[in-house]
């Protein structure tokens, strides 16, 4: 039995790093609609409603203050994916591999895994905007503002990893080439529609798309 002793210590924010994380989520939306130019601390602290002397007290450079959003929003990103993927790992490795070799079960895994796919896709698009655009421009900048290539690179790294993760369940000669692709159609899927207005007929085109990923992923005919 555990005692208080044992129990791990519950670390809680200092108000200096709260306050930070409050300007970092601000920052966030200022970058969706500004881009990086017209991400300044005075824009900052406009979408913060604070003091323009906190943004400037926290961090001196504007260029510090960019990169660490740009940081907490990958964050974001990949821990909202993580989830999604978690579940989709877990229903995959409720087949054994006699059961994944019978192609009535992977037709069945297909339907689950397009459905559980654009369900997360149509909520990315719909509830996490900002962070999509943001993301967007993180890969984009990169020609322009050099010193972001390297979280640029992070960012896609953490993200294809679960791809190919995926793809080696059903394919083991080059699953890391059909990840880029699937990665690359969810994205551009995600990107898209964030300035479109999201409707039946636009769930509708997801699913189909999604469900003809999957297939091929898997080795059936669409």
Not at 33 to 42: M, Q, S, V
């Amino acid at each position: 039995m555990s005692t208080a002793q044992d129990s791990p210590k519950i670390r809680h924010k200092s108000k200096g790093e709260q306050t930070k994380g409050f300007i970092l989520a601000a920052a966030i939306k200022v970058l969706a609609r500004n881009g990086i130019k017209g991400t300044t601390h005075r824009a900052i602290a406009l979408e913060a409603n604070i003091q323009l002397s906190l943004t400037t007290y926290y961090f001196k450079d504007i260029n510090q203050l960019v990169h660490e959003a740009f940081t907490l929003n990958s964050a974001n990103v990949t821990a909202k994916a993580g989830a999604a993927w978690k579940l989709a790992f877990q229903l995959i490795e409720s087949y054994s591999k006699t059961e994944l070799r019978k192609v009535s079960t992977r037709e069945a895994l297909a339907d689950k895994l397009s459905a559980m796919s654009s369900i997360y896709l149509a909520e990315q698009i719909t509830e996490q905007p900002t962070e999509l655009a943001v993301e967007q421009l993180l890969f984009t900048e990169i020609q322009i503002t050099p010193e972001l290539r390297s979280l640029a690179k992070q960012h896609k790294t953490l993200i294809l990893s679960p791809f190919i993760k995926l793809c080696r369940y059903f394919n083991k000669q080059d699953p890391e080439l059909n990840a880029d692709i699937m990665l690359t159609m969810y994205k551009q899927i995600e990107y898209r529609n964030l300035a479109d207005d999201f409707d039946e007929q636009k769930r509708e085109e997801i699913n189909k798309v999604t469900q003809r990923i999957i297939r091929w992923i898997m080795g059936l005919k669409s």
